[in-house]
Each structure stands twice: as C-alpha cells, then as structure tokens.
C-alpha cells in the first residue's frame, strides 16, 4: 500500500517565477492537508481540501498560494511570483474521511528554493 | 485543540527505553494524544495514538495518566534510527455538525531526542 507520495522532492526556483507542489494521497484517501515547515522552524498548517472543496485555508497565506484537489488527479500546491521567503518544505498529509480523530499521514515533503 | 509541553531535548543509550513525557493539563474529554516523529527532514511519521487508555503498537507505547493531563511515548529499545524530534499533540475526536474546518495538526516545539551509540 504505498503511502503519500509528493513530486517534485526538491524544486529551485528563481524570483518571480511559479512553483507548483502536486501531492497523491494514500490509496482511499480523499482528504489533504497542506503543511508548511520553514527552516528551523515548526510545522504550520495551511490547507485542508476534500475531493473538488476546499474546506479549511485558514493557514494560508492571503496573495499568491492557491491550492487546488481536483476529482481526478493530485492535490497541487501552487505559489505564484515567488520570493525568497518561500523557501522551505512543503508537506501533504491525507486521511480517510474528514472525521476529527482521523489520523494524518504525511508524504516526504517538497523542498522549495527560491535563488 | 489543547497546548502540550515538552522538554526541548532528551538523551538516551542505544538499546535503552526512550520515555518521552509531555503534560497536557487542559486536554478535555473530548481530545485525543497523538504522537508523531520527525527524523531529520523527513515527513512527520505517526507513531501512536491513545484516548485514555493505554496503548502499544510495533512501534512504541502511550501511557496516559488516570487524569489524563500527562502521558509518557515509550520506545522499548531506541536504536540510532529512533534519533528525531517527536511531537506529542491533542486532537478534538469530535466531529460537530458544519464544524468541518479545525482539522490540522498543531506542531509545538516538539522534544528531540538523541540516541547514543
């Protein structure tokens, strides 16, 4: 069963330019979390989005990160004109179903750097 | 969701248990003890998780207080591998009606635990 898979591992990109995130959950899963890590910092939480619906995005920034988790496909990450402050990984996390207790399990992350 | 504390750092010999503590003073009744591992930049791994019960799986065991306002992860035989940051955090088990926002994991500092050769 494989587990969370995030593509690409490691992404550079220059200033202005876009970086996009795509995550495949578990196999039966079909909710995502997106979770930001900046170096020497914390796990901070950004998006959670069911299949076609984002439900929660309090966690996100307001100008440039969208995310989207379309019927078909994986759930993308997308980070327009970006800027040094961006650096850092970038972790998808899926469960089951929506419930509250739910256990999350994350993918190896996206390491965003911006030159 | 209710705050947990942890010691920044701990030690411990290979070979040896590892017992993690952390206090979680205003957990409710309602809240679940989860225990996730970071090792080195990795993605969060899930270890462990417990209401008020105690439990064990093939990695590690949850003991949770009668009070339930601490609980100690235990790894009943670290090795260099278990060397990582591990994060005990509190879960609302509740789903409520149109609620369906809070569902993220809140990561504090976490504890880091050395394992020694």
């Known amino acids: 069963n494989a587990g969370v898979m995030q593509n690409p591992r490691h992404l550079v990109r220059r200033r202005g330019q876009e970086a996009r995130l795509r995550c495949s959950p578990m196999?039966?899963?079909?909710?995502v979390y997106w979770y930001r890590q900046l170096p020497e910092e914390g796990l901070k939480f950004m998006v959670y989005?069911?299949?076609?619906?984002?439900?929660?995005e309090s966690g996100m920034p307001k100008e440039r990160f969208s995310a989207e988790f379309p019927k078909e496909g994986p759930s993308i990450l997308r980070i327009q004109q970006v800027v040094r402050g961006d650096s850092a990984a970038y972790f998808c996390?899926?469960?089951?179903?929506?419930?509250?207790?739910?256990?999350?399990?994350f993918g190896p992350g996206t390491r965003l750097t911006v030159l | 969701d209710a705050k947990t504390t942890q010691p920044p750092s701990m030690d411990c010999a290979e070979g040896r248990a590892a017992n993690l503590p952390c206090n979680h003073s205003?957990?409710?009744?309602?809240?679940?003890v989860y225990w996730y591992r970071q090792i080195h930049s990795q993605g969060p791994q899930y270890i462990i998780h417990?209401?008020?019960n105690n439990e064990t799986n093939e990695m590690a065991s949850l003991i949770i207080t009668e009070d339930r306002k601490s609980s100690t992860l235990i790894l009943p035989h670290a090795t260099l591998r278990d060397t990582a940051v591990y994060y005990c955090?509190?879960?609302?088990?509740?789903?409520?009606?149109?609620?369906?926002?809070?569902?993220?994991?809140?990561f504090g500092s976490g504890t880091r635990l050395q394992v020694q050769p």
């Open positions: 996390a899926s469960s089951p179903t929506g419930q509250a207790g739910d256990t999350q399990y």
């Open positions: 196999k039966g899963h079909s909710h």
């Open positions: 989005l069911q299949k076609e619906n984002i439900i929660d």
């Open positions: 205003t957990i409710s009744g309602n809240e679940y």
């Open positions: 417990g209401l008020k």
């Open positions: 955090i509190v879960r609302d088990r509740i789903s409520y009606y149109m609620d369906t926002g809070r569902r993220a994991l809140t």
